[in-house]
C-alpha cells in the first residue's frame, strides 16, 4: 500500500470516526441529557431550570461531553428569574461536564472535567438571620434508609480530574453582620488524580475581592484586592509556585514547598512589600480608634523571610525574617506626635533552631517629634531566657514634654536634653534588687544637658542648667556643669564631680563611694571637695573640703533683710575622717564634728554691715584653725564697732570636751590680743539696764544649768589706746591670767603712757566666797606729769588741796597696794599703799598745809603759796583710811626740809617739818632760833652746812588749820604714831610675798 493510499484511508477512518461519535450524540442525546439532569437534581436536591443542553463526543474525546446553557438554581418556592428575583441563588451561563464513555454505557453519569464559564452565585442572609441557602439544611423527606440509599445513589456522580472556572462572580451579603463582598474569580483551574500509588493535585487561578463592606469598617483600601496562585500537591509534597495577593499598595508572596511525613520538612519564602500602615488603620472604626487613642499612624513597611527545615514536636525548620518600616509616623493620645519612623530588625531562629537559640536583631529605630528624636538598636537572643545588648541615643526639648507633666509637679520646664545610653546582659526570670546591680554593671550612660529651665513646684526657679553626665560601670562623672538661680542671684559658672562607687545597691550596707573631686564655682567663689564613705550602715567615711567665698557676691544670695551688706573674702578648709552608725548619726555628729574633724578659716578684709548693729565688723581678716579639740587664731585683726582689735597666736584648748560637752576640764584661752584706741564708753554701750517683764516673774523657776568645766585665759594685751571718762592711757602692753572658776585675775609687766610718762603696773584681783575679794597692784611711774595726773583723776581724788593746779612736777613713784572689795566695791578702810615717789621740777601751789607755814612770823618764810623745789623724795604708806609719811625730803630754792606726819581723806593732816633755811640769818635771828629749839626740845639737833634746822609743824584737825613751832614731844609721838602704823601695815601688807605669777 502506497502511502498516499495510507494517508487518505487513515483519513477516512478519521472522518469515519468522527461522524460516527456525532451520529451517536445525537441519537443519544436526549436520554444521556436527560440522565444527566435527573442525577443533578437528584445528587444536590436543587431546583434547577436549564436552556439549551448539547452532547458531543468530539468535546474532550475520550470523554463524553454535556453542554448546559443558561442554568439557574434558585429557592425551591422562588422562580427562575435571576434578574427579577432576589431568590435565585446563582445563574451559569455555561457549564461543560465531561464524563466516562464506559460509565455512561451502564447508564451511570461519572464526572471527569468541568469547565463552567460566566457564574453569578448569591448567598444572602435577612435581617432575620435566614439564608437563602437554608433549604440546602433540611432534611429530605422518608426515613433514614431512604436517605442512606440517596446518598448512596449520590456518590461516584462526580470524580473530577479538573475542573476549570472562567469569570465567576460570587456576591455575598448579611444584613444581620451588615457586610457584603463581591468575589470575582476570572480563571481558576484545579486539577486533581488518584492513583494506587498516591495522588497528585493543582490548583492555578487568580481572585479578585471587591466591594467589601462590614459593619462601619472602612474596607475602601482594599478595592479589588487581588490573589493570583499556583498550587500542587503530590502526595505528601505541597509546592507553592505562585501565592501573590494584592491588597491596597501591599503585596504578600509565597512560594516554597513542604513534605509532611513523619515529620514536616518546609522550604517556604514569603515576602510583602509596600504595606501602607495609614492605609491599613484606616480600615478600622473611627470609635476604635478613638478607644486605641490612636488619631494617626502611617509608615510603609517589607518584610521577607524564610522557612527551611524540619518541623516536629521537638524541632523547628530554621526561620529567617527580615522587617524594614520608614516614613512612619504615630499620634497617640496626648503625646508628641512620632514622625520620620524607621525600622530595620532581623529575626531568625539561629543554627539550632530553637527558642533558646533565637535571635531578634533591631539594627536601627529611629523616631522624631518636631522637637526631639531617638536612635535605637537592640540585639535579643533567647526569649526563654533573654539575653540582650541594646544601644540607644535620644535627644529631646523639654518644652515639648512640659504639657505632658502634671501642673501641680512642674510649672516651667525647657531645654535639651541628649543622651547615649549602651547596655547589655540576661535578663533573670524574675526581676529584683539583685537585678539592679547587675544591670548597672552593664550599662554606660552619657548625658548632655543644654539651656535646661525648671521651675517645680514652690521651689526656686532653676535656669540655663547645662553639664554632662558619664556614667560607666563603677564611675559617676559630672562635668561643664553650669546653672542660675534667678530667686537667689546665684550663677554657677563650673561644676565637677568624679567618682567611683564599689559594691552593690542592694547590699548598701558595704557600698564604698569614692569621691575624687568636686567642684562648684560661681563668678567670684567656689566650693572643693574629695573623701570617701564605706558602708551606708555604719559608716566608715573621709571628708576633705574647701571654700572660698566672695561675701559681696554672697550677699545677692541671701533673702532681704539678713544683711545690709557685705564684702570682703572668706576661706575654709575642712578635714573629717571617722565611723557613725547611720541610726543615730544626730547622737554622733558632735563628737564627728568635733572631735574627728579639722577646720581652717581664712578671713581676708570682711566688711560686715547687719541689721543689728551689735554684729557689725569690718576690715576683718585672720586665720583660725581648729584641730584636737582646740582652736588656733593667727594674724586675726578687724574693727568692731569702731573698734580696732587682733589676736594672734592664740589657742583655745578645751573647746569640745568643756564648752560642749560641759566635762570637767579646764578649757584654756592663750594668746596674744590688742585693741586700737578704746573708750570706755564703748563697753558701756553693752551694759544696757534690762527691765524683767512682770509675766516673766510668774513663770515657774527652772533649774540653774550646772557648768562643770573650768577655763582659763592668759597671754597678751595690748592696746593703742584707752580712755576713761578724763583719763586717756596708750600704748598699754600687759601680761594676764585670768582663772575664771578661781576667781583669780592678773595682769603683770604692764607698762602704757599715762599722765606724759612711762608707767608700769601690775594687778591682782582674787574673788573670795561672800563677794569679799581683793586687789593687789603695783605700778611704777616714769616722768609723769604730775599736773596733768591730777586733773585727769580729779573726780576720783576730789581733795580740795591735791589738785591739777596745787601740785605740779615731774613723778617718778613706786607702790605697792592691797584693797578689799566688798560687792565689787571697794572698802576704803581696807586699803592698804606703800611706796616712796620723786617729784622733780615741782611746786605746791596754794597747798593748805604749806601756806600755813608762811604765817609763823619768827621763821620769815614768804611766798609759800607758791612753793617751787627742785626735788621732793618721798615715803608713804596708807593705812585705815589715813596716808602716812614716813619720811619727805624737799629742796626749794628758799629751803630744804623734811617732813613726816598723817593726811586724812577727812581732811584732817598733820606735818612735822625740819626745815633748813638757805637764807644766811643774822646773828640775832640766829641765837632766837637756837634758843627757840632748846625750849621745843631740840637743844642736841645740829648744824647741817652751816644751817640750823627749824621745826615746825602744819595740822588740821576738825577743818581748823594752823602751823606753829614744832616741839620734840609731839613730833616724838607723832614719829612713834607713823612707825606703829606703818610695822601694822608691813605686818598686813609685804609686797614681797605678793606673786604676779602669769605663767600658771
Known amino acids: ?183 470575582n474569580i476570572p480563571n481558576l483551574i484545579m486539577n486533581g488524580k488518584a492513583q494506587p500509588s498516591g495522588f497528585l493535585a493543582a490548583t492555578e487561578g487568580e481572585v479578585v475581592v471587591q466591594h467589601a463592606r462590614y459593619a462601619n469598617y472602612n474596607l475602601e483600601p482594599l478595592a479589588k484586592s487581588r490573589l493570583n496562585f499556583n498550587v500542587t500537591a503530590k502526595n505528601d509534597t505541597l509546592s507553592i509556585s505562585e501565592f501573590t495577593l494584592k491588597a491596597g499598595t501591599a503585596m504578600l508572596t509565597v512560594e516554597g514547598s513542604a513534605v509532611t511525613s513523619d515529620s514536616t520538612q518546609v522550604d517556604i519564602r514569603f515576602a510583602g512589600s509596600g504595606i501602607n500602615i495609614a492605609e491599613n488603620v484606616s480600615i478600622l472604626p473611627q470609635n476604635r480608634l478613638a478607644q486605641y487613642k490612636v488619631s494617626h499612624a502611617a509608615g510603609v513597611v517589607d518584610v521577607k523571610g524564610t522557612a527551611q527545615g524540619y518541623l516536629t514536636n521537638n524541632m523547628m525548620p530554621l526561620i529567617d525574617v527580615s522587617l524594614h518600616l520608614e516614613e512612619g509616623a504615630l499620634a497617640y493620645d496626648i503625646y508628641p506626635n512620632l514622625k520620620n519612623m524607621v525600622l530595620d530588625a532581623h529575626y531568625t531562629n539561629g543554627y539550632s533552631r530553637t527558642m533558646e537559640s533565637s535571635v531578634l536583631n ?162 567670684y567663689s567656689y566650693v572643693t571637695a574629695s573623701g570617701n564613705l564605706d558602708g551606708f550602715k555604719k559608716v566608715n567615711y573621709k571628708l576633705n573640703a574647701t571654700v572660698d567665698a566672695n561675701l559681696s557676691e554672697v550677699k545677692q544670695w541671701l533673702p532681704d533683710g539678713i544683711t545690709n551688706s557685705m564684702s570682703g573674702n572668706l576661706g575654709a578648709s575642712m578635714a573629717s575622717a571617722g565611723t557613725f552608725d547611720i541610726d543615730s548619726v544626730a547622737d554622733q555628729s558632735m563628737s564627728l564634728l568635733f572631735d574627728n ?132 592711757i596708750e600704748n598699754l602692753d600687759t601680761k594676764f591670767l585670768a582663772r575664771v572658776e578661781d576667781g583669780y585675775y592678773v595682769a603683770d609687766g604692764l607698762t602704757c603712757n599715762a599722765f606724759g610718762g612711762d608707767v608700769s603696773a601690775s594687778v591682782k584681783y582674787e574673788m573670795f566666797p561672800n563677794f569679799r575679794d581683793v586687789l593687789h597692784f603695783k605700778t611704777d611711774m616714769q616722768n609723769v606729769d604730775m599736773s596733768r595726773m591730777l586733773n585727769e583723776l580729779e573726780t576720783y581724788i576730789d581733795q580740795e588741796d591735791f589738785t591739777g593746779e596745787n601740785v605740779l612736777g615731774k613723778l617718778t613713784a613706786q607702790m605697792d597696794g592691797k584693797i578689799i572689795m566688798q560687792d565689787y566695791t571697794p572698802v576704803y578702810d581696807s586699803l592698804l599703799l606703800k611706796g616712796n615717789l620723786v617729784l622733780e621740777d615741782g611746786a605746791l601751789i596754794n597747798v593748805k598745809p604749806v601756806m600755813d607755814i608762811e604765817d609763823i612770823a619768827f621763821i620769815g618764810l614768804k611766798n609759800m603759796d607758791k612753793l617751787y623745789f627742785s626735788t621732793l623724795e618721798s615715803q608713804l604708806f596708807l593705812f585705815k583710811n589715813n596716808m602716812y609719811f614716813p619720811r619727805t625730803n624737799i629742796r626749794s630754792s628758799s629751803f630744804d626740809g623734811m617732813f613726816f606726819g598723817m593726811y586724812s581723806f577727812g581732811e584732817d593732816y598733820a606735818y612735822h617739818v625740819k626745815v633748813f633755811l638757805n637764807q644766811v640769818l643774822s646773828g640775832k635771828r640766829n641765837a632766837d632760833l637756837e634758843k627757840q629749839a632748846r625750849d621745843s626740845g631740840f637743844d642736841e639737833e645740829e648744824e647741817s652746812d652751816g644751817r640750823r634746822p627749824i621745826y615746825v609743824v602744819s595740822k588740821s584737825e576738825n577743818g581748823k588749820s594752823k602751823a606753829w613751832l614744832d616741839n620734840r614731844k609731839d613730833r616724838l609721838r607723832m614719829d612713834a604714831r607713823v612707825n606703829l602704823q606703818e610695822q601694822m601695815v608691813n605686818f598686813r601688807f609685804d609686797p614681797r610675798l605678793v606673786l604676779y605669777n602669769t605663767d600658771e
Request: proline share 4%; charged share 20%; with cysteine.
Open 597 to 728: 574633724s579639722t577646720f581652717s578659716v581664712d578671713m581676708n578684709n570682711i566688711f560686715l554691715n547687719m541689721p543689728d548693729t551689735l554684729m557689725n565688723v569690718k576690715m576683718l581678716s585672720g586665720n583660725l584653725e581648729y584641730k584636737s579639740d582646740s582652736v588656733w587664731v593667727d594674724g586675726l585683726s578687724g574693727n568692731y564697732l569702731g573698734l580696732d582689735f587682733a589676736a594672734d597666736s592664740t589657742i583655745i584648748a578645751h573647746v569640745y570636751t568643756a564648752a560642749v560637752q560641759n566635762a570637767p576640764k579646764e578649757m584654756l584661752v592663750q594668746g596674744n590680743f590688742a585693741v586700737g584706741d578704746m573708750d570706755y564708753t564703748w563697753i558701756e554701750s553693752f551694759m544696757v539696764d534690762t527691765v524683767l517683764d512682770e509675766s516673766l516673774k510668774l513663770q515657774p523657776e527652772v533649774e540653774p544649768y550646772k557648768i562643770n568645766f573650768t577655763y582659763k585665759i592668759k597671754g597678751t594685751a595690748k592696746a593703742k589706746s584707752f580712755k576713761y571718762e578724763e583719763v586717756t
Open 362 to 523: 533591631i539594627k536601627k529605630f529611629q523616631a522624631q517629634t518636631s522637637l526631639s528624636s531617638i536612635d535605637f538598636s537592640a540585639r535579643i537572643l533567647n526569649p526563654m531566657q533573654p539575653q540582650y545588648d541594646l544601644k540607644a541615643s535620644i535627644s529631646t526639648d523639654l518644652s515639648e514634654l512640659l504639657p505632658y507633666v502634671p501642673d501641680s509637679a512642674v510649672r516651667k520646664m525647657s531645654g535639651k536634653v541628649k543622651g547615649d545610653i549602651s547596655t547589655s546582659g540576661i535578663l533573670p526570670d524574675s526581676i529584683g534588687a539583685d537585678f539592679t546591680d547587675y544591670l548597672l554593671k552593664r550599662t554606660r550612660l552619657n548625658l548632655s544637658l543644654n539651656q535646661l529651665n525648671l521651675r517645680i513646684n514652690s521651689l526656686p526657679a532653676l535656669n540655663g542648667l547645662g553639664g554632662k553626665l558619664t556614667f560607666i560601670p563603677g564611675s559617676i562623672i559630672l562635668s561643664d556643669i553650669k546653672a542660675e538661680v534667678p530667686e537667689y542671684k546665684v550663677s554657677l559658672a563650673e561644676g565637677y564631680l568624679r567618682s567611683r562607687y564599689k559594691g552593690k545597691l542592694s547590699d548598701y550596707q558595704n557600698l564604698s563611694v569614692q569621691i575624687d573631686s568636686v567642684l562648684l564655682a560661681t563668678p
Open 1 to 183: 500500500m502506497t502511502t498516499k493510499k495510507l494517508i487518505r484511508n487513515t483519513f477516512l477512518i478519521v472522518i469515519g470516526f468522527v461522524l460516527l461519535l456525532v451520529l451517536l450524540a445525537q441519537v443519544f442525546k436526549n436520554d444521556i441529557v436527560k440522565l444527566a439532569i435527573q442525577k443533578g437534581a437528584k445528587t444536590f436536591d436543587v431546583p434547577l431550570t436549564v436552556g439549551e443542553v448539547d452532547f458531543s463526543f468530539l468535546y474532550r474525546f475520550p470523554l463524553a461531553t454535556i453542554e448546559f446553557n443558561n442554568l439557574v438554581a434558585f429557592c425551591p418556592d422562588g422562580t427562575d428569574t435571576l434578574s427579577a428575583h432576589a431568590d435565585t441563588i446563582a445563574s451559569i451561563s455555561k457549564l461543560y461536564a465531561s464524563v466516562d464513555i464506559l460509565e455512561l454505557i451502564d447508564g451511570n453519569i461519572l464526572v471527569r472535567k468541568i469547565d463552567i464559564e460566566d457564574v453569578k452565585a448569591r448567598y444572602q442572609v435577612d435581617s432575620l438571620g435566614n439564608s437563602n441557602f437554608d433549604f440546602l439544611l433540611k432534611p429530605p423527606a422518608g426515613d433514614s434508609l431512604t436517605m442512606a440509599e440517596d446518598t448512596s445513589k449520590a456518590q461516584g456522580v462526580f470524580t473530577l480530574d479538573k475542573l476549570t472556572l472562567k469569570n465567576i462572580e460570587l456576591i455575598y451579603s448579611d444584613a444581620v453582620l451588615n457586610t457584603s463582598v463581591q468575589v
